[in-house]
Nanobody, 123 residues
Framework: QVQLVESGGGLVQAGGSLGLSCIASGRRFSINTMGWYRQAPGKQRELVAEVSTGGSTNYADSVRGRFTISRDNAKNTLYLQMNSLKPEDTAVYYC?????????????????WGQGTQVTVSS
């Protein structure tokens, strides 16, 4: 099973910056897309940004121009640089990875989530 571990959350004032990291580990797997999602209290989980193996990115409108997603394929590591943070960015941020197991056991697709890391932006 692919395991994801996030780090880097915390408390920051509005206008400040934070960086998140996510490391994927496991046996015999190949990741296609990695992404960051967030969930604020009382709200549904939403996509923040995602990046393909080839480097194509997709951002939520609310973070485009302020957040930058990147990944190191050799290290199976995902990053999110968050600048110009706003109080409405406050949420638990989750790392997601989708890909396939190389086999022979296990084999097939996977869709894994990290445990989440809290980001709090004070006004």
């Amino acid at each position: 099973q692919v395991q994801l571990v996030e780090s880097g959350g915390g408390l920051v004032q509005a206008g400040g910056s934070l960086g998140l990291s996510c490391i994927a580990s496991g046996r015999r797997f190949s990741i296609n897309t990695m992404g960051w999602y967030r969930q604020a209290p009382g709200k549904q989980r939403e996509l923040v940004a995602e990046v393909s193996t080839g480097g194509s990115t997709n951002y939520a409108d609310s973070v485009r121009g302020r957040f930058t997603i990147s990944r190191d394929n050799a290290k199976n590591t995902l990053y999110l640089q968050m600048n110009s943070l706003k109080p409405e960015d406050t949420a638990v941020y989750y790392c997601n990875a989708r890909g396939v197991y190389s086999g022979p056991i296990p084999i097939g697709p996977f869709d894994s989530w990290g445990q989440g890391t809290q980001v709090t932006v004070s006004s």
